[in-house]
T-cell receptor, first 108, second 117 residues
């Protein structure tokens, strides 16, 4: 079983729509959780950390469910510029393990 | 003022050659990493160094040898390159978890796209 699994998508949504997707992780000792965004042929960039209480950053909301070992990302009012691959990342000790990414395409 | 810089950005080379990729960070971080992203876009950790000490060494062929001359630099040397080594190699750095008590995630370099022909 992979350490971190994501629905690869693609999620193809119109501008203004809400899109949400999950990521599951296998290591119950994982300590920190993140969402990264990766644009085509570029490096991953940190989108947001994910906290147990859930957290919001503008149009982005992240949730963590430790009991079920999943994290989620919700994007409200999608913009064309949100089109990217979203990578879930889970940290245990010094190591970040990444999911294979969920591709989101926002169309006009 | 680039935070994590890698060179070269692109590398095209023939099978059997030996090549190096360099990485430098100016963030004052204590830990540096090499990740490989293959054609399926899966990011997989290869190595990690903390203050010049190797702390993570995943199952990677011993043709790959990392070297950290100081905590701001982590280089990757690859011997006898094979077609399957073609990928994007990302360097990353992070602050020491033990120092801060909190892990803030990584800062990535812009990647080195290696093509073996």
């Amino acid at each position: 079983r992979k350490e971190v699994e994501q629905d690869p998508g693609p999620f193809n949504v119109p501008e203004g729509a809400t899109v949400a997707f999950n990521c599951t992780y296998s290591n119950s000792a994982s300590q920190s959780f993140f969402w990264y965004r990766q644009d085509c042929r570029k490096e991953p960039k940190l989108l947001m950390s994910v906290y147990s209480s859930g957290n919001e950053d503008g149009r982005f909301t992240a949730q963590l469910n430790r009991a079920s070992q999943y994290i989620s990302l919700l994007i409200r009012d999608s913009k064309l510029s949100d089109s990217a691959t979203y990578l879930c990342a889970v940290a245990a000790d010094y190591k970040l393990s990444f999911g294979a990414g969920t591709t989101v395409t926002v169309r006009a | 003022d680039t935070a994590v810089s890698q060179t070269p950005k692109y590398l095209v080379t023939q099978m059997g050659n030996d090549k190096s990729i360099k990485c430098e960070q100016n963030l004052g971080h204590d830990t540096m990493y090499w990740y490989k992203q293959d054609s399926k876009k899966f990011l997989k950790i290869m190595f990690s160094y903390n203050n010049k000490e190797l702390i993570i060494n995943e199952t990677v062929p011993n043709r790959f040898s990392p070297k950290s001359p100081d905590k701001a630099h982590l280089n990757l040397h690859i011997n006898s390159l094979e077609l399957g080594d073609s990928a994007v190699y990302f360097c990353a750095s992070s602050q020491d978890l033990a120092l801060t008590g909190h892990f803030y995630g990584y800062t990535f370099g812009s990647g080195t796209r290696l093509t073996v022909v």
